[in-house]
């Protein structure tokens, strides 16, 4: 049984582009032992994130994301049972922020900046899939 989950969080402490490079590093080497495909995208200190695979797998990244001292008010944003994947093509896609279109975030919220924390599931899953449209995600399978 496929699954994708959407989350949210806040960095515990500021993160420098290093510090990214290396949860993307990590992330890149370990998804495709377990099976888990998906894309990060990281602004403003907020991480916004997909993971899909099987339920169990999933389920346990989860609690280790919402356990970790690097993250703090992890919120569920969506959690679905999936025929397909969206991002089979990235063990952890980028999203490139420097590429998105200040117009595409307005679409979605209130102002041009991403805060999934003031919009729905529904919202920041559709701005995920237009990411993905407009080439904004980077990243190795």
């Known amino acids: 049984m496929l699954v994708r989950l959407m989350y949210a969080s806040r960095a515990a402490a500021a993160l420098d582009h290093d510090a ?3 949860i993307l590093k990590k992330s890149r ?3 495709p032992k377990l099976g ?3 894309a990060l995208c990281f602004s403003d200190g ?3 994130q997909v993971l899909e695979g099987g339920r169990d797998v999933v389920n346990a990244l989860y609690k280790r994301i919402v356990a970790d001292p690097r993250h703090t008010d992890v919120i569920l944003l969506r959690y679905q049972e999936i025929g397909e994947r969206r991002f089979a093509g ?3 896609g980028q999203v490139n922020m420097s590429r998105v279109n200040p117009a595409l975030l307005l679409k979605y919220s209130e102002c041009a900046r991403l805060d999934p924390y003031v919009v729905s599931g529904e919202a920041s899953m559709a701005l995920f899939d237009e990411l993905v449209a407009t080439a904004s995600v980077m990243g190795q399978a």
């Open 20 to 22: 990214l490079l290396a």
């Open 29 to 31: 080497a370990e998804n």
């Open 36 to 38: 888990v495909t998906g």
């Open 46 to 48: 907020i991480f916004l």
């Open 90 to 92: 990235w063990s952890m």
